[in-house]
């Protein structure tokens, strides 16, 4: 049973940081695809930021070099570093994984990232 659980979101003022973490278990975070992906209100939920089996890692146009996703193989966890942060980066932030032989993922509960002016 695959099981993502997120967390570290908040407030935080504009030009600040947060780490939001995602701890997996049931699928490796080394060896599958995993990424962030977030969801505003009323809109479509996004790609953010993914490690992709086997290839690169790759970023939305709007993270603009302010985010970086990492990996802990030890402690099968993912992570998003956020920085200079902006009110429209305000959203509920899902982890996600698929494994290599699944043609569909699964997501984390979404933890909550509000940016203030």
């Known amino acids: 049973q695959v099981q993502l659980v997120e967390s570290g979101g908040g407030l935080v003022q504009a030009g600040g940081s947060l780490r939001l973490s995602c701890t997996a278990s049931?699928?490796?975070?080394?060896?599958?695809?995993i990424g962030w992906y977030r969801q505003a209100p009323g809109k479509q939920r996004h790609l953010v930021a993914q490690?992709?089996?086997?290839?690169?890692?790759n970023y939305a146009d709007f993270v603009e070099g302010r985010f970086t996703i990492s990996r802990d193989h030890a402690k099968n966890t993912v992570y998003l570093q956020m920085n200079s942060l902006k009110p429209e980066d305000t959203a509920v932030y899902y982890c996600y994984g698929r494994r290599s032989w699944e043609r569909s993922g699964y997501w984390g509960q979404g933890t909550q990232v509000t940016v203030s002016s």
């Open positions: 490690i992709p089996d086997g290839g690169s890692t």
């Open positions: 049931g699928i490796s975070v080394s060896t599958n695809t």
